[in-house]
């Protein structure tokens, strides 16, 4: 079992096996999510108060989903990298961040969108679920800075790995501001107790875009951090070999 | 026709779902071009590493 | 202890010493993380008092009123223990209705209605058909409605 562990994050293997892997991910994600659009905005019923503008959460919960899921294996990616100095690891943070802060731009733009005709705002300062989320962007942003400006990359590892672990509060907060404080956003609905809030007609589109958006996201970032890994192996014998081989090893 | 007003919120559910396009499509062409761009260096470097060899 | 359990143990720590640092943080700002204030807190006289606020709560059923020919309008809040007479003149978002949440922005007037100059609506967690919705409004209306200690006590300062 340690031993395949093993074999799977060593680089040269990773590099190879994500290739094969990436459109067995991005494929299904993308047919997902063209059925899920195509369900949510012409097949799903209206909602009784929202009328058709609650369709913007098919893209907007995904979008909030799969910000906080890179967050976390970004910090998870820093604290295995610290302790275990698996080189694998920090490529894993390192490829996650821009992604994670494409998405937390899309989850505050599609909110924001949506906030304008049913709340009556664009925007509210000092709304707890808005500010974390938007600190959550700031948070990549500085992962992001912190990385730029560390020429070394095993310093800029150790650094943005820490800055990423203290983040990790910020995600507990995302989740929880609007079940601690009085906010403007609503509870959550999928993990309510009792089951999820909405009709299951109105409920499956929404799962098969969080699910389409995963595996789309998983495509990215296997992408990235080969990379990343292409990037950090550059000096090493399987490099070389690689980019002579007859094919290339693109 | 009728449907893509989205009974008068369509300007907001289709400025959302052209953001979201958008957002993926630069994410995966960001991805791509980094990696060329990465892996040519790194074939400039060996090659003419070989080459004085 | 290995060079790696020391890391860990570094790690952890680390880890800890931000959570609890948060924690007494956010406890320390509650107040302030209030996007809203109650309306049983307001009732009770715990509100800032000469400064803008915001109120949350429900619309009562049957409270809206609307001055003919002009943006006028009043209307009450509740948060199912105290209620609070709202007056506001302007623009509504789209999901203002009677029966869901509100949040009212502006000041705590002499007389005891709140004088809102920005309305906005709070949607709830529940997303459903209309058909579906008023199915199920029909079920609840036969239902008599009985609260196990009836209605809370509201106090008011």
Not at chain 1, 3 to 24: C, D, E, N, V
Not at chain 1, 93 to 122: K, N, Q, V
Request: proline share 4%; charged share 20%; aromatic share 10%.
């Amino acid at each position: 079992m340690w031993k395949f562990f093993h074999h799977l994050t060593s680089p040269p293997h990773f590099y190879r096996l994500a290739a094969t892997i990436i459109p067995w991910l991005a494929f299904p994600g993308l047919v997902l999510i063209a059925y899920g659009s195509y369900a949510g905005l012409f097949v799903a019923p209206e909602d009784y108060q929202q009328g058709d503008a609650y369709r913007i959460i098919y893209v907007h919960v995904p979008a909030a989903y799969v910000s906080i899921m890179a967050y976390v294996l970004m910090a998870v990616g820093g604290g295995c990298g610290l302790i275990w100095r698996l080189k694998l690891a920090h490529a894993v943070g390192a490829a996650a961040a821009p992604l994670g802060a494409a998405f937390t731009f899309l989850a505050l733009a599609t909110g924001s969108i949506w906030g304008r005709p049913m709340w009556g705002t664009w925007w509210e300062w000092g709304d707890p679920r808005l500010m974390s989320e938007l600190i959550m962007l700031f948070l990549y942003f500085g992962y992001m800075a912190l990385r730029a400006a560390i020429d070394e990359t095993a310093k800029a590892d150790k650094a943005s790995a820490v800055l990423a672990l203290v983040g990790v509060v910020n995600v507990v907060i995302v989740h929880y501001s609007v079940v601690w404080w009085n906010s403007l956003h609503q509870g959550p609905t999928l993990l309510k107790k009792g089951g999820p809030g909405m009709d299951a007609d109105m409920l499956y589109p929404l799962l098969a875009m969080i699910l389409g958006f995963t595996l789309v996201f998983g495509a990215l970032l296997a992408r990235r951090i080969r990379t990343e890994v292409l990037y950090r192996e550059r000096r090493t014998r399987w490099v070389r070999e690689l980019i002579l081989a007859p094919g290339g090893g693109r | 026709m009728e449907a893509l007003g989205m009974g008068g919120y369509g300007a907001y559910v289709w400025s959302c779902y052209g953001l979201t396009l958008i957002v993926l499509v630069l994410s995966n062409w960001q991805a791509r071009a980094r990696h060329k761009r990465v892996y040519r260096d790194i074939e400039v470097r060996i090659k003419a590493l070989e080459d004085r060899q | 202890m290995k060079p790696r359990q020391q890391r860990m143990l570094g790690v952890g720590l680390t880890a800890l010493g931000v959570a609890i640092a948060a924690g007494l943080t956010l406890r320390s700002f509650d107040e302030n993380m209030m996007f809203f204030v109650d309306v049983s807190d307001v009732v009770a006289g715990d509100h800032p008092m000469e400064r803008n606020f915001r109120i949350g709560g429900l619309v009562v059923e049957g409270s809206v009123e609307r001055e003919e020919g002009s943006m006028e309008m009043t209307f009450r809040v509740t948060d199912l223990q105290c209620e609070i007479g709202v007056r506001y003149s302007g623009v509504l978002p789209d999901l203002f209705r009677e029966g869901q949440g509100v949040v009212a922005h502006g000041l705590m007037g002499a007389d005891g209605i709140f004088v809102a100059d920005k309305i906005l609506a709070k949607h709830d967690e529940d997303y459903m058909a209309p058909e579906v919705a008023e199915s199920l409004a029909r079920h609840v209306a036969d239902q008599t409605m009985e609260l196990p200690d009836g209605p809370a006590e509201c106090n008011s300062q």
